[in-house]
């Protein structure tokens, strides 16, 4: 599996825009960009996945690098309860999704 | 969606002794896996449970110690056999759930918070 890097903590005051990075320069061409978060004393839930194209859902956007070597998820207005771990994994597709979680981003966010 | 819960939520138990870890799904499910998550680590797959088969281990993992059941396609079980303190942490189910179109989603179940004393 190809290897992602984020950044192991950022931070951010309510209501303002989060932007999350990622850096996957070992990506190929078939590879599926997926963001799961982590709250506390839960388990990972589904943010946001992508493949070239940038994508919007309820929860985030997720812009993807033209070359694909790296991604940012997007926080629109960040709340306190979107205090999390956030992981940026990698998968050969979406078909079987084996996950493979490296250490996350840990983000507060502060009122 | 799934729903997924698990059984115990947390348990304490002396070294030496075994715990078994149950998962249930809402729904069927074909792919379902059981993570570890040591204590302020991020998640590592143990193994994936394979319903009518036995399960495929991750390296580093082996079914002596894991022991693991997946009787049909809304249950399985985690067995941590033989514990030690090393083995605190907490277990976490998954499954795979189809949403729409080509793409696969995975929920997870809340954890089990284990620790050996």
């Known amino acids: 599996d190809a290897k992602t890097t984020q950044p192991n903590s950022m931070e951010s005051n309510e209501e303002e825009p989060v932007h999350l990075p990622c850096n996957h320069s070992?990506?190929?061409?078939?590879?599926?960009i997926h963001w799961y978060r982590q709250l506390p004393s839960q388990g990972p839930e589904y943010v946001i996945h992508?493949?070239?194209s940038n994508v919007n859902n309820r929860m985030a956007s997720l812009a993807i690098a033209e070359d694909r070597k790296s991604s940012t998820l997007i926080l629109h207005r960040a709340t306190l309860r979107d205090a999390a771990v956030y992981y940026c994994?990698?998968?050969?597709?979406?078909?079987?999704?084996?996950?493979?979680f490296g250490t996350g981003t840990r983000l507060l966010v502060s009122p | 969606s799934a729903v997924i819960s698990q059984k115990p939520s947390r348990d304490i138990c002396q070294r030496g002794t075994s715990l078994t870890i149950q998962c249930q799904v809402d729904?069927?499910?074909?792919?379902m896996f059981w993570y570890r998550q040591q204590p302020g680590q991020s998640l590592t797959l143990i193994a994936t449970?394979?319903?009518?088969?036995?399960?495929?281990?991750e390296s580093g993992f082996v079914i002596d110690k894991f022991p693991i059941s997946r009787p049909n396609l809304t249950f399985s079980t985690l067995t941590v056999s033989n514990m030690s303190p090393e083995d605190s942490s907490i277990y976490l189910c998954?499954?795979?759930?189809?949403?729409?179109?080509?793409?696969?989603?995975?929920?997870f179940g809340p954890g089990t918070r284990l620790t050996v004393l």
């Open positions: 998954s499954v795979v759930v189809n949403l729409a179109g080509a793409f696969n989603e995975q929920f």
């Open positions: 070992t990506i190929s061409g078939t590879d599926y």
């Open positions: 992508g493949l070239t």
């Open positions: 994994i990698l998968t050969m597709n979406t078909g079987f999704q084996k996950l493979v």
């Open positions: 729904s069927q499910v074909t792919m």
């Open positions: 449970a394979n319903q009518g088969s036995e399960a495929t281990y």
